[in-house]
C-alpha cells in the first residue's frame, strides 16, 4: 500500500527524504536502492518530486519512479514533460540487457521486481541511466 501524509513539493533532495519517510511501501527498500544508485550515476543528477514520486534531472527531468506498480518499483525514462520528438531516445540507447521496456521514441520504462533483480542488473541500469542523461 502506498502512503503519505503529505506531498513534499519545491525543496529538492530535502522534499524527497521526506517524502521517502513518510512512505509506505512494499517495495520501499527496492526505491532507496534505486534511488542510491541513480544518485551515485553523475554529480549533476538532482532531485525533486514530480508526478507523486522521486524524480531525478540535470537540465531536465530524466527519470521518474511510478509507485503506482504492484509487483515490484517502475521508474519512468522520459525526456521531460512533453514529448521530444527531435530526440529519437530508442535509437541512441545502448541496452543489450532489453530493460527498457518502450512506450514511444522518448519514454521507456525499468521494472525491478526485488532487491535481487536489482543487484544483478546493476551495471546495465547505470549504463542505461548514464546514456538518458546525456539526452536531457
Do not use: C, Y
Not at 3 to 21: H, Q
Not at 109 to 135: G, P, Y
Amino acid at each position: 500500500m502506498l502512503k503519505r501524509s503529505r506531498t513534499p513539493t519545491g525543496g529538492g533532495a530535502t522534499d524527497v527524504e521526506a517524502f521517502l519517510t513518510e512512505l509506505e511501501h512494499p517495495f520501499k527498500r527496492e526505491i532507496l536502492a534505486l534511488r542510491a544508485i541513480i544518485r551515485e550515476v553523475d554529480p549533476a543528477i538532482r532531485e525533486s518530486i514530480k508526478w507523486n514520486a522521486p524524480s531525478f534531472s540535470t537540465t531536465e527531468h530524466f527519470a521518474t519512479f511510478q509507485l503506482r506498480h504492484q509487483d515490484g518499483v517502475q521508474i519512468v525514462f522520459h525526456l521531460g514533460a512533453k514529448p521530444r520528438p527531435d530526440v529519437q531516445a530508442r535509437t541512441s540507447i545502448d541496452d543489450p540487457q532489453a530493460l527498457l521496456e518502450w512506450r514511444g521514441d522518448d519514454r521507456a520504462l525499468v521494472s525491478f521486481r526485488d532487491l535481487r533483480e536489482i543487484a544483478a542488473r546493476k551495471s546495465a541500469f547505470v549504463k542505461v541511466v548514464r546514456q538518458w542523461v546525456t539526452l536531457v
